[in-house]
């Protein structure tokens, strides 16, 4: 237990409440606000390009070929992330039939992101049941209650994990970085349970390391249970026992992918101009989860040994050590979010309140302004006016004709409302849980979020999509070629598009310039920006490619001599 009486030199952050402080935040809301974030995105469209390699892996893997074991794309083993492949082609043999292949494939990671949410969730309510993250009682009025106070807390780290800019996109994606992120919201749920349930916690840490292990992140699985099994010394006394058995078994587990995969994934250092753009992306990513999260830090740092604190605090820097050796971009960030997320939680109740103020009207009018930029561009595609706008979106999707949706636009008009009168109840006068300085932010991400699947999802889609360009390849070659899979050889083309043209074109991919693809009759090439040989002895088919990247130039040529 922290002792309550201030000190100069490290001041006890343990706030002092009152009862209308961890006043309940309702549930229909929350819920409401939940679904909202994950089905939009995940329904309504085909496989993109950040879809394309999970989907023609799984897709394949459903097919029957690709092995299980060893998933492959087009006969090209694939390195890591087998489990994200293992649940699109389970998916797709069971509710393919029903539903299409494409929406499928998804199922399974609506439901990983709808577990991370809630994982996040339970670990911030039981980090925050811990006598020493309780608040301090006050001296005149009724204390705060327990549970209240720890589902206040919950509730606040939630709204920090929706509020999240980085976990918008790439946590729509059905990649295996989604994977990970589950696993990572597994391991933090399992410290968070560990010193008072230890069952329950073997059972959320084991899980969690195995899908790391199998997401794609063996490393990263590797020295989590390394870490783990650091914290038992620091945990409070229990049954330590079973806790190190499921860590050690993971870590096994770990080491055994490891060698199956023979290194692939090891860890590069990054030289300083990519570790400035490192930098800049975290900064975007973790918004506005991470300033939160470091005055959490600051506030508590009289307490950094207590659990509540150490737990998401260390498992956050190995994720943040990890992304910043892995490879560019920002998905190795993905498994960041729920610990920034929970560490955000523990500033709300020692935050002033003019600084939590001034970040809710910072994303009031910032998510405004964004929805009604998004409302001007979709009135612009659909009547053409304001003209410049519409130039704009006629040059970035050339051939798009926009039809009025009825749904889509009630649901656009639904979430507007719905953010008019949450902006209103902001404003008014009314107790201040430690929750409300995150509704604006969760519910404006959620809202632009909204706007966007729903009002310009046909748009979007008719420039993303491969369907187009797929259905191109099949018509060329049901012209030249009697057979039902043509074997095509492919030369320039990423995964995600060989996964994706394949798909479409019913062809037989034979990707690079590896023996049995030179014999292949048909070959497909991308140009970029002019360049591009064009295979010898070879007569034009087809060319084509996607709405606005006429740089980017797909050619279907006929051999003359196998």
């Known amino acids: 237990m922290i002792d309550a009486a201030p000190s100069r030199r490290a001041p006890a952050p343990r706030p002092v409440l009152s009862s209308g402080s961890v006043a309940r935040l309702p549930r229909w809301p929350l819920w409401l606000l939940c679904v909202a974030y994950v089905l939009p995105g995940f329904i309504g469209r085909d496989p993109w390009t950040g879809d394309g390699q999970t989907f023609g892996v799984a897709w394949l893997m459903a097919q029957g070929h690709s092995g299980w074991l060893q998933p492959s794309l087009w006969g090209h083993p694939v390195r890591g992330g087998w489990l994200a492949y293992w649940l699109g082609a389970v998916s797709i043999r069971v509710f393919g039939a029903a539903l299409g292949d494409a929406a499928s494939s998804r199922l399974p990671f609506m439901l990983l992101l709808a577990s991370c949410l809630a994982l996040t969730w339970r670990a911030a309510y039981h980090l925050a049941l811990r006598d020493e993250a309780q608040p301090v009682a006050p001296a005149f009025g009724e204390p705060v209650a327990r549970r209240d106070y720890a589902r206040a807390m919950a509730d606040g780290a939630l709204l920090s994990l929706l509020a999240c800019l980085g976990l918008l996109v790439r946590g729509h994606e059905t990649t295996p970085a989604l994977v990970q992120l589950a696993g990572v919201c597994g391991l933090l749920l399992g410290l968070a349970l560990l010193p008072s349930r230890t069952l329950q916690a073997c059972v959320a840490l084991l899980g969690g390391l195995l899908g790391l292990a199998l997401g794609g992140a063996p490393w990263l699985a590797l020295f989590a249970a390394l870490l783990g099994l650091a914290l038992l010394a620091a945990a409070p006394r229990g049954h330590r026992g079973a ?18 995969l023979h290194g692939a994934t090891a860890a590069r250092w990054p030289d300083s101009r990519s570790a400035q753009h490192f930098l800049g992306v975290l900064a975007w990513f973790v918004w506005p989860a991470w300033p939160l999260a470091c005055w959490a830090v600051w506030r508590w740092r009289a307490s950094l040994r207590a659990w509540h604190v150490l737990a998401p605090l260390s498992l956050g820097l190995l994720c943040l050590v990890s992304a910043f050796l892995s490879s560019p971009g920002s998905a190795p960030l993905l498994p960041l979010l729920p610990s920034a997320a929970v560490l955000g939680s523990l500033a709300l109740p020692v935050m002033r309140r003019g600084s939590l103020a001034a970040l809710d009207w910072f994303a009031l009018m910032f998510f405004s302004l964004l929805a009604l930029v998004v409302w001007v561009l979709w009135l612009a595609l659909l009547t053409g006016v304001p003209a410049r706008p519409a130039a704009n979106i006629a040059r970035l999707a050339p051939g798009y004709h926009a039809h ?90 990423n995964p ?4 994706l043209l394949g798909y479409w074109s019913g062809a037989r991919l034979l990707p690079g310039a590896w023996e049995q693809a030179r014999r292949a009759p048909y070959v497909l090439t991308l140009s970029r920006d002019g360049r ?31």
């Open 243 to 260: 806790a190190a058995a499921a860590l050690a078994l993971g870590a096994a587990c770990c080491v055994a992918v490891l060698l199956h």
């Open 404 to 493: 009025l949706r009825v749904l889509p636009l009630l649901l656009a008009l639904a979430a507007s409302l719905a953010w008019a009168a949450v902006a209103a109840w902001r404003a008014g006068r009314h107790r201040h849980p430690l929750w409300k300085g995150m509704v604006l932010s969760a519910g404006g991400v959620t809202l632009v979020w909204l706007l966007v699947t729903s009002l310009w999802l046909p748009v979007l889609d008719y420039a993303s999509s491969y369907r187009a360009l797929g259905q191109g390849i099949r018509a060329a070659l049901r012209h030249q070629h009697a057979g039902p899979h043509p074997p095509l050889q492919t030369l320039g083309l």
């Open 496 to 499: 995600a598009q060989q996964g």
């Open 532 to 562: 591009g040989a064009a295979p010898p002895d070879a007569t034009l088919l087809w060319s084509g490619h996607r709405p606005g990247e006429s740089d980017q130039l797909f050619r279907l040529w006929r051999r003359h001599h196998r």
